[in-house]
């Protein structure tokens, strides 16, 4: 069974930052990318990160240089360190992986709410 559940959303102001994690089943986390992704108000969702098995990582243009996207594969844990945030960062934030099948699966999200 795959899960995946966010935490570590919340408000921070400009210029702060925050980790979120992304605790995963273990059938998930055999999967080769896991990812980060987020959706604000009347936008679509858009990808901000993504994580391969070997550790290559992929991040939006928008967010290089201030986000980093890491793996833990023994908790089975995937993290996204924020920093420098700006009030354009503020969305739901959404794990996600795809298995060999290209279903995807996502997390419930966590928001992020990054004031001016």
């Known amino acids: 069974q795959v899960q995946l559940v966010e935490s570590g959303g919340g408000l921070v102001q400009t210029g702060g930052s925050l980790r979120l994690s992304c605790a995963a089943s273990?059938?998930?986390?055999?999967?080769?990318?896991m990812g980060w992704y987020r959706q604000a108000p009347g936008k679509r969702r858009e990808l901000v990160a993504t994580i391969r098995r070997s550790g290559s990582t992929n991040y939006a243009d928008s967010v290089k240089g201030r986000f980093t996207i890491s793996r833990d594969n023994i908790k089975n844990t995937l993290y996204l360190q924020m920093n420098s945030l700006k009030p354009e960062d503020t969305a739901v934030y959404y794990c996600?992986?795809?298995?060999?099948?290209?279903?995807?699966?996502w997390g419930q999200g966590t928001q992020v709410t990054v004031s001016s």
């Open positions: 996600s992986t795809t298995n060999l099948w290209g279903v995807d699966y």
């Open positions: 273990e059938t998930a986390f055999t999967f080769n990318v």
